[in-house]
C-alpha cells in the first residue's frame, strides 16, 4: 500500500524548457511535502517544502504546488538546466519533524 | 561544510556476519533518522532518535537490527546476522526541526 506515489518512473525535457513532477498521496494526514534531488552514490538532497496550509512555494527556478483536494503535488523546474538531470523524489510526513514517506522516484533527463 | 558523514560508504559482509554502521549528524541537531533504500525504491523509515531517546522503531524490519545514539550525537546501526535481503543503501538523516539532511549512504551487500 504505497501512500506517495510518483507514477513516471521517468521524464525527458529539452534543456531552457520546463520540467514538472508529480506526486500523488493517499494520507490525509499528510501536512508537511518535500522535494529531494538525488546524485548516483550521493544521499538525497533537499530542494524545496510545502506544508499544507500553502498552495505554493517558489525559491528561484523551483516551484512546489500543492492541491489538497486532489492530494497532488507537482515540481516546476523553469528553466531545466543539465545539472538538473538526477532522480527526483517526493516525501511526505504527518508531522513536521518525524518519519518522511516516500515516492518510488521519478528520473529526470535533461537534453541538451 | 559539515554535512551527515556516514561510515564506512561501501560494506561487503558474508551472510551470518554481523556489521556496524556509523552516522555523524550536523552538530546540533537533534533529531536523526534512519532509512533503508532498496534499488529503484524510495527510502524507508527505520528509526528516529530525539538526542539519546530512540522514540520509534518501528520501522525495524526484525530484531536482528539495533540502532542506538547513546549521547545523543553519533548513531550507529547494527545489523546481527546479515542476511543476503539486509542488502540495500542505509541513510541516515538529521533534522533540526523541520528538514531532514542526509548522508550519502553505507552501501551493504551481503554475499
Known amino acids: 500500500d504505497q501512500q506517495v506515489k510518483q507514477n513516471s518512473p521517468s521524464l525527458s525535457v529539452q534543456e531552457g524548457r520546463i520540467s514538472i513532477l508529480n506526486c500523488d498521496y493517499t494520507?490525509?494526514?499528510?501536512?508537511?511535502f518535500l522535494w529531494y534531488k538525488k546524485y548516483p552514490a550521493e544521499g538525497p538532497t533537499f530542494l524545496i517544502s510545502?506544508?499544507?496550509i500553502k498552495d505554493k512555494n517558489e525559491d528561484g527556478r523551483f516551484t512546489v504546488f500543492l492541491n489538497k483536494s486532489a492530494k497532488h503535488l507537482s515540481l516546476h523546474i523553469v528553466p531545466s538546466q543539465p545539472g538538473d538531470s538526477a532522480v527526483y523524489f517526493c516525501a511526505a510526513s504527518a508531522d513536521s519533524n518525524y518519519q518522511l514517506i516516500w515516492g518510488a522516484g521519478t528520473k529526470l533527463i535533461i537534453k541538451p | 561544510g559539515a554535512g551527515v558523514s556516514q561510515s564506512p560508504r561501501y560494506k561487503v559482509a558474508k551472510r551470518g556476519q554481523d556489521v556496524a554502521l556509523r552516522c555523524d549528524p550536523i552538530s546540533g541537531h537533534v533529531s536523526l533518522f534512519w532509512y533503508q533504500q532498496a534499488l529503484g525504491q524510495g527510502p524507508e523509515f527505520l528509526t528516529y532518535f530525539q538526542n539519546e531517546a530512540q522514540l520509534d522503531k518501528s520501522g525495524l524490519p526484525s530484531d536482528r537490527f539495533f540502532a542506538e545514539r547513546p549521547e545523543g550525537s553519533v548513531s550507529t546501526l547494527k545489523i546481527q546476522r546479515t542476511q543476503q535481503e539486509d542488502s540495500a543503501v542505509y541513510l541516515c538523516?538529521?533534522?533540526?526541526?523541520?528538514?531532514?539532511?542526509f548522508g550519502p549512504g553505507t552501501r551493504l551487500l551481503v554475499l
Open positions: 494520507n490525509s494526514m499528510f501536512d508537511y
Open positions: 510545502i506544508s499544507s
Open positions: 538523516a538529521s533534522s533540526p526541526q523541520e528538514t531532514q539532511y
